[in-house]
């Protein structure tokens, strides 16, 4: 089992930054892919970002947020600048292992609100 916990979120008007942080624990961690997902209100959860070495971005997301891991603390963090309205969100952090298909581990989430 691996289990995941995000901190981070908040509140951010039009324009600014935030960063979110997911520890994991349970596993080894480096050979876990990891992820973020969105899911706001009346929508099903995306994909946002995700990385096994390197980061791969939904297009919306592309260019203002960065995902990252440190493999020695454990952690995955997503940068995010530059955020609009349309980023408010519950953000969940998401783990799965290499040669799985689905997402198996997942954090509670955490609101991040945008305002205009």
């Known amino acids: 089992q691996v289990q995941l916990v995000e901190s981070g979120g908040g509140l951010v008007q039009t324009g600014g930054s935030l960063r979110l942080t997911c520890a994991a624990s349970g596993r080894t961690f480096s050979t876990l892919d990891m992820g973020w997902f969105r899911q706001a209100p009346g929508k099903e959860r995306s994909i946002v970002a995700s990385?096994?070495?390197?980061?791969d971005y939904s297009y919306s997301v592309k260019g203002r947020f960065t995902i990252s891991r440190d493999n020695a603390k454990n952690t995955v963090d997503l940068q995010m600048n530059s955020l609009k309205p349309e980023d408010t969100a519950v953000y969940y952090c998401?783990?799965?292992?290499?040669?799985?298909?689905?997402?198996?581990?997942w954090g509670q989430g955490a609101q991040v609100t945008v305002s205009s």
């Open positions: 998401a783990a799965k292992d290499r040669i799985a298909r689905t997402w198996d581990y």
């Open positions: 990385i096994r070495v390197t980061g």
